[in-house]
């Protein structure tokens, strides 16, 4: 009987989204905007942060002529895709000609203590920088800045990376849309009509425009991923309780464990485990990031498709991508490591899964919702959203309504369940195994279109239920020209794996999709 319902409820999904999908193509379709292409002398900017950190050592490439660029390129992109909302422009410049005037006097061996002297970075704006914006999207926020770094971002200024501005999210990071009442919507460069995702949203379509070198952001259901995939840039999320948390929202370091990561978005998979290296400090080594991996030692297993209800049904393009990666990967491993089928009961559940895990974070949303002025009533503020009074995005209010008004999910169920997962599949991988996830059910959709669907970012909580590595991986582009891509999820610890598959995969299926070309 359940197997039954399931396959209405799917049904009667697949047809209202294909109407609902075409509706939405009737108005976004006019929309769209074409990015301009890099020039040619800033083609530089195509390369990766870590070739440039080591062009700027050598003195073949000024720090400030880096910053400069970048700063241009933001100021010719962002009125179209609207990513940036704060910045610190002037003070980048002069930190950078200190870095030049630093080098100039002949000083050496700044690999080990400064690996990115000089290269600048965006961050998500709920990434505190000090003196910049950080309003979390919040109305009540519009004027808050940031009195101090957070512990990432002084970790990248201590490593010579220069920050250069905040970027945009959805509000309190909860949807997957950067778009908040204070700053409106960051735009898709592949198509301005599509969403870029998020919450890191903003990052992504600085990078995938030749926009930003070094994407700060953080991921608790997909947020580093999500983007990452709908941009067609590479993510990479670390394994969970290794890099220190401290600014983010309230929280001071010391928290025991969380499903929230920093991580990285970038066009290049070599800049992945050396920016990790940065942020995660002393607990690097945690990552086993410096592990030598042989391609064909690993043992690859992949899921075609999570089948829990709340998602849509999966894309045929999309499961084609994971049909093709898998031919790749079988036509280099040995023969008893060919790829294997994997599936879990708890691919069915997991967004309840998830939504038991997330209550167990320590942030206040009904509290930052107020701006600490009590608890709100979710259906007072539901008819104010309606009634045009309210200062507050429609799915922060409906989101909170669920959390306040639906039961909790049982917490010994959903424990169990993924306790159940992490023996079966961790037993499986080993040191030595990755997990081929798809990383959607649907390509990158048209701006609201999550209202629709908002639970497609379950394949993405998968690795955030288990506090394992994953990296978003771009595989092309579908037949309307918008990016796809898979996961590539490994056991907590054995991130070098995850990256070993991902940029074996970059090689081979063409790496980072970016929005326009470099004239």
């Excluded at 010719?76 to 895709?81: A, G, K």
């Excluded at 948390?245 to 990561?261: V, Y």
């Excluded at 049904?313 to 084609?320: H, I, Q, V």
């Excluded at 999550?450 to 978003?472: E, R």
Aim: one cysteine or more; aromatic letters at 10%; proline letters at 6%.
């Amino acid at each position: 009987m359940c197997n039954v319902l399931s396959s209405i409820v799917r049904f009667i999904r697949s047809i209202y989204e294909v109407v609902f999908d075409f509706l939405f193509s009737l108005y976004w379709e006019r929309k769209k905007e074409m990015i301009p292409d890099l020039e040619a002398k800033h083609a530089f900017l195509s390369e990766s942060a870590v070739t440039l950190a080591k062009k700027i050592r050598n003195r073949e490439l000024k720090s400030e002529e880096l910053v400069q660029a970048v700063i241009e390129r933001i100021k010719q992109v962002n009125p179209i895709i609207n990513a940036v909302v704060d910045n610190r422009y002037e003070q980048a410049l002069a930190e950078a000609r200190a870095v030049d005037s630093l080098l100039a006097t002949g000083v050496t061996d700044l690999e080990k203590t400064k690996p990115f002297l000089g290269v600048p970075f965006t961050t998500k704006e709920s990434q505190p920088v000090k003196g910049l914006s950080v309003t979390y999207g919040l109305w009540l926020w519009k004027n808050k800045r940031a009195e101090e770094d957070c512990e990432a971002v002084a970790r990248l200024r201590n490593a010579g990376a220069i920050p250069l501005a905040v970027t945009n999210l959805p509000e309190l990071l909860i949807w997957s849309e950067a778009r908040n009442p204070v700053h409106g919507a960051t735009k898709n460069p592949h198509h301005t009509g599509r969403t870029a995702g998020g919450s890191s949203g903003a990052e992504a379509a600085l990078m995938a425009t030749y926009s930003t070198v070094i994407g700060l952001s953080s991921d608790i259901a997909g947020s580093t991923r999500i983007p990452s995939f709908y941009c067609g840039m590479f993510g990479y999320n670390p394994t969970a309780d290794v890099v220190n948390l401290k600014g983010i929202f309230s929280r001071n370091g010391q928290e025991p464990s969380s499903m929230l990561c920093f991580g990285f978005i970038s066009k290049h998979m070599e800049d992945q485990a050396p920016l990790m290296k940065v942020i995660a400090g002393d607990k690097a080594h945690l990552l086993r990031l410096d592990r030598e991996v042989d391609i064909k030692d690993i043992k690859v297993f992949f899921t075609s498709s999570i089948n829990d209800i709340w998602m849509s049904s999966p894309n045929a393009e999309l499961k084609d991508v994971m049909n093709r990666v898998i031919l790749k990967l079988g036509q280099i491993l040995p023969s008893e490591n060919k790829p294997l089928p994997y599936y879990h009961k708890c691919f069915d559940n997991i967004i309840n899964v998830w939504k038991h895990w997330m209550s167990k974070e320590p942030e206040d949303y009904f509290n930052m919702y107020t701006d600490g002025k009590g608890k709100p009533n979710m259906l007072w503020e539901m008819v104010k959203k309606f009634l045009g009074f309210s200062k507050h995005s429609l799915y922060l209010v409906m989101r909170l309504c669920g959390d306040q008004l639906l039961p909790a999910v049982n917490a010994e169920w959903a424990e169990t369940l993924t306790q159940s997962l992490k023996d079966d599949l961790f037993s499986k991988l080993g040191d030595n195994g990755v997990l081929l996830l798809p990383s959607s059910p649907l390509p990158c959709p048209y701006h609201y279109y999550t209202y629709i669907n908002p639970y497609n970012f379950g394949a993405f909580a998968v690795s955030n239920v288990l506090k394992c590595p994953a990296v978003q991986v771009p595989i092309g582009v579908n037949s309307k020209n918008i990016p796809v891509g898979i996961q590539v999820l490994a056991a907590p610890h054995n991130d070098a794996v995850c990256l070993t598959v991902a940029k074996y995969l970059e090689k081979e299926f063409g790496g980072a999709v970016m929005a326009c070309k470099v004239k």
